[in-house]
């Protein structure tokens, strides 16, 4: 009676009499408010309590039912207008997750608030679903629970999979299977939010001295030879390979041609055919020579052989144009992936262009007002600018206005179908081409994105093109790569096999 706020926690009990509790949950209620008002120092001028305050005072307080303290309280302060107006914020991520005040409470309160909030915000920008959010907000939760983290401190790698296995123990423990939902959730949400806070140690695996020397080999590549990108990546995933095969029985420094057969031996037996087999190589063959330049290596680089090939000795796998015009209208424009599948596709069969020239592909390569498209080539460089077809202007802009995610302000003109709305690979290129010739059932040698580049110059060598407006259109440096679709050209081929040889022997 004679603590502060007497009337205040009067009035609340009266309400809560009301809505039907007992005398005994109203003495256990009235002994809540009278801890809360001492343990608070709450008195009548009013000052406003902050959300930590209370959690501190949970965790002292050893009366019954603890677990409603927190709620009680808050639910009496927030009633007299002195609870932290943070509570009640509906523009707090936290705050739209759960009404529940334990919930609630835990969100606002938790250690690394600023950083679970900014990870939050940033992944809302790039378009998660609020399903999502709440299920990343919550794992926070678990792994701060499960680190028992309370300040900026370093977690290892190994802490989280430390977590990851006990969680499995106390599954198997219990007689069921380990959750491989909470797994998956966990580690995502756990290497992510650490990482984006800056939390995360990641321990440092050494490269092999040999992995070091690709890495210096690439950027003298890039620098003295100005080898494509693509390239480039190609040479470093070859020659990595090489070297992980290479170390199991000696080094780069004592590496025999003996060695160097038995991985093209390796490399042949996985299904390489004669021409990739050549390609590989010239691969190791620049390398070496590079290698023994900085005397890391003492072979012969030009001992390697390569297996015999042919000038254009095999003919452009390529689909019929009756197939290709099936393949473009294979998915669609019913739905955003049917528009944006069918707008690459069609780009790739009219203008020939390579998988990963249309994932480069970006908005202002496309100039709406001269209706022209610049493709930037791979393996050329430089720009090429060409007459914007209508049909596929036509798609492409149903793509960007019923299909593409504007919202993120990406340059790139194809980006993934869920978030963080990225540019696609040169994978999803490849399996949205090869999907289409499955479910057609068309049956061709090569099923990716580059016979569509095959039966685009194909179909404009056998509708009379010549081999500069060929080459011109698929970006080629010389006449004699574009020269095999000459074998191709159909219509000439038939005149020839119709002349009269007879009269002429």
């Known amino acids: 009676m004679n603590a502060p706020l007497l009337r205040e926690r009067e009035l609340f009990l009266v309400k809560k009499q009301s809505e039907g509790n007992g005398i005994r949950s109203l003495q256990m209620t009235a002994d809540q408010l009278l801890f809360a008002t001492l343990h608070l120092s709450l008195g009548n001028e009013g000052t406003m309590v902050s959300l930590s305050e209370i959690m501190v005072m949970q965790n002292n307080y050893d009366g019954p039912k603890s677990t409603f303290l927190v709620s009680t309280v808050t639910q009496w302060l927030n009633e007299m207008g002195r609870l932290d107006p943070r509570y009640n914020d509906s523009s707090i991520l936290f705050n739209r997750f759960s009404s529940v005040c334990h919930y609630r409470m835990r969100y606002l309160t938790y250690p690394f608030y600023d950083e679970r909030y900014s990870y939050l915000k940033s992944l809302e920008v790039q378009g998660m679903s609020y399903n999502r959010l709440h299920e990343y907000a919550w794992m926070q939760i678990i792994i701060i629970d499960r680190l028992s983290l309370t300040e900026r401190n370093h977690v290892l790698e190994s802490d989280l999979e430390k977590v990851i296995k006990d969680r499995e123990a106390e599954d198997c423990s219990q007689g069921r299977p380990p959750s491989q939902k909470w797994i998956k959730t966990f580690r995502t949400v ?70 160097i057969d038995e991985y093209l031996g390796y490399r042949h037996n996985g299904g390489c055919c004669r021409r990739t087999m050549a390609t590989i190589v010239a691969t190791l063959r620049d390398f070496l020579r590079y290698a023994v330049a900085c005397n890391l290596c003492s072979i012969v680089p030009d001992a390697i052989k390569a297996p015999r090939q042919f000038t254009m000795e095999t ?15 294979y998915y669609g424009v ?52 060409f007459p914007l ?103 000439h081929l038939h005149k020839v096999s119709e002349m009269e040889w007879e009269g002429l022997l």
């Open 315 to 329: 003919l452009p796998s390529a689909p019929s144009w009756n197939e290709v015009e099936q393949l473009v209208g």
């Open 389 to 491: 077809d209508k049909t596929v202007a036509g798609l492409i802009t149903d793509y960007l206005l019923e299909g593409r995610n504007n919202a993120m302000g990406r340059d790139h003109l194809f980006l993934t179908l869920c978030m963080p709305y990225e540019k696609i690979t040169r994978g999803v290129v490849y399996y949205l081409v090869a999907r289409a010739y499955k479910g057609l059932d068309i049956h061709v040698r090569h099923r990716g994105g580059h016979s569509l580049r095959h039966a685009c110059a194909s179909h404009l060598v056998n509708n009379g093109g010549t081999l500069k407006e060929t080459s011109d259109l698929l970006g080629h440096r010389l006449l004699d790569t574009t020269r095999i679709y000459a074998k191709v050209d159909l219509s």
């Open 334 to 385: 019913s739905n955003a992936r049917g528009r944006r599948n069918t707008a690459i596709m069609a780009l790739m069969a009219v203008y020939g262009m390579r998988s990963s020239e249309v994932a480069d592909l970006r908005l202002h390569d496309i100039d709406w007002n001269k209706e022209c498209i610049y493709l930037r080539r791979a393996k050329r460089g430089g720009i090429q600018a």
């Open 190 to 259: 756990a290497y992510g939010w650490l990482s984006y806070a800056g939390i995360l140690h990641r321990e440092e695996k050494l490269d092999p001295l040999e992995y070091n020397v690709v890495c210096d080999y690439v950027q003298w590549a890039r620098d003295s030879k100005g080898l494509a990108e693509a390239t480039l990546i190609g040479r470093e995933r070859e020659l990595k390979c090489f070297m992980s095969f290479i170390r199991r029985k000696s080094s780069l420094i004592s590496l025999s041609l003996e060695q």
